[in-house]
């Protein structure tokens, strides 16, 4: 079996094939194209991946490539990973915001509006290929913003494409773990966007144990996400929201921390994986203890603002292994040999939550099969979170509106209608700053 990786040359990808050499039996990937725009990069990568494999019989053979097409053709899964811009295209998004008092997060906010700006068009013509060059292929959707991305390729693709993230597994283990639960066993109540969504119950043999946990303000406190948001604000919600709910519930003070760090999130990870690259062309140098030693400061380092604007201390050493390799290694699994199993997914809504129309791409529990990912039904959502869910996915709409027209307006107004932008004017100099220091951004007119 063949997997493309898109965005090949992408600092996590030896996680996800780490994943596959621990994978056996039949139906499993036997050959990993890895494609991207850097040469430099893929080299850097195949490296690491070399070392990984070394001594472990049956790896999938690793090949790099530059041509998108070749990457495509023949494929019976594409992993899109790509990042439209690179990590200093990450810097300027959060820098651009800043200056204007305004959330910069790469996902969520002004930074993600521009992200989504750069990215969507480079992933619909990504879709287009796809569908003409390997038209039985699922993609599996890593980019940022996964859920806007993800829905911008089903226009395309359909339902064979899925999204994922590791952020709503990650909550249900630390949950289902503070709980004294297996989190296999466990069935996790989630539901809303990607970076936007809350656990609203955590079943165990039938039994709703969340209760339990909001009960507790000792348990609430031993966990990420209690430390985060605070015992007191989750009993009052009811729910355990997804750690980036801390960029809507305490905006004010993650946009100080993040005025007052020494550089952003994106410049940090610019630096960092500059050193890892260059590193890696060095004669005698282990890529892959480089890439071990730097994915270890990349994860302890991670929302490090936002923990101590919460004063939730570091991150415990169990939330430090990341998870979304699993995801798609176990999306990837339960289609191809129809092993079936429940992940939570970003997939087309059809009636799943209704206050979103049935194509909107959502982030609920999947049931996963030969036939790909089907949503299960949910309960409504409250009223405070259903409000926070239409707003954010009209903003998505409106960026889907601006990439396929090339509207300038409509890209103001996208900034303007999301909940962390404070006004039209701040909107309209957001714009002009992004389209000054991205060219991607050149065609909205």
């Given amino acids: 079996m063949k997997l493309t990786i898109l965005g090949g040359g992408g600092f996590r990808v030896p996680l996800v094939y780490g994943a596959l050499l621990t994978d056996r039996g039949e139906g499993r990937v036997s050959e ?39 990457a495509l053709r023949g494929a019976d899964f594409v992993f899109s990973a790509i990042r439209v811009g690179g990590l ?9 915001a800043l200056d204007e008092g305004v959330l910069g997060q790469e996902t969520v906010g002004a930074g993600g509006i521009a992200y989504g700006l750069r990215t969507v068009p480079v992933a619909v013509d990504i879709a287009r290929r796809v569908a003409r060059l390997a038209p039985d292929a699922w993609v599996i959707n890593f980019t940022n913003p996964a859920g806007l991305v993800t829905e911008a390729m089903s226009r395309h693709l359909g ?28 069935w996790i109540d989630y539901v809303g966007l990607n970076h936007l969504g809350w656990v609203r119950g955590l079943r165990v043999a039938g039994r709703d144990e969340l209760p339990r946990l909001l009960a507790d303000p000792d348990l609430l406190g031993s966990f990420e996400e209690g430390k985060l948001f605070g015992a007191d604000w989750l009993r009052s919600l009811g729910a355990i ?41 060095k004669p005698g140098v282990s890529a892959l203890t480089a890439w071990d030693r730097t994915r ?31 995801v798609a290694l176990a999306l990837m699994r339960a289609i191809a040999r129809d092993e079936r199993t429940t992940l939570i997914l970003n997939v087309r809504n059809g009636g799943t939550l209704s206050a979103l129309d049935s194509e909107a791409v959502v982030e609920v529990p999947c049931l996963v099969d030969a036939n790909g ?66 060219p991607g951004l050149g065609y909205l007119k």
């Fill in 32 to 70: 990993v194209v890895l494609h991207d725009l850097d040469a430099g990069r893929l080299d850097a990568v195949a490296r690491v991946l070399a070392e990984q494999a070394d001594g472990v019989p049956d790896a999938p053979a690793v090949t790099s490539t530059t041509d998108l097409d070749e």
């Fill in 88 to 96: 200093e295209g990450r810097a300027n998004d959060e820098r651009v």
């Fill in 159 to 186: 339902h064979r494409v899925i999204g994922i993230c590791d952020s709503p597994v990650g909550l249900g283990r630390r949950i289902a773990r503070v709980l004294g639960a297996d989190p296999r066993e466990a």
């Fill in 241 to 281: 929201p997804n750690e980036y709910l801390h960029y809507y519930y305490f905006n004010r003070e993650a946009v100080d921390a993040y005025r007052a760090a020494a550089q952003t999130r994106g410049a940090f990870l610019r630096d960092q994986q500059a050193r890892f690259y260059e590193e890696t062309r």
């Fill in 296 to 326: 270890a400061e990349r994860e302890a380092t991670y929302m490090a603002e936002n923990r101590e604007t919460a004063g939730a201390g570091e991150r415990d050493a169990d939330d430090l292994s990341g998870g979304y390799e699993k």
């Fill in 373 to 438: 990912a089907h949503p299960v039904a949910a309960d409504p959502l409250p009223d405070h979170a259903t409000g926070l869910v239409c707003a954010v996915k009209a903003v998505e709409r409106e960026v889907l509106s601006a990439a396929a027209s090339g509207a300038r307006a409509t890209a103001v107004k996208a900034f303007a209608l999301h909940p962390l932008v404070d006004s039209v004017n701040v909107a309209r100099r957001l714009v002009e700053g992004y389209t000054r220091v991205h």
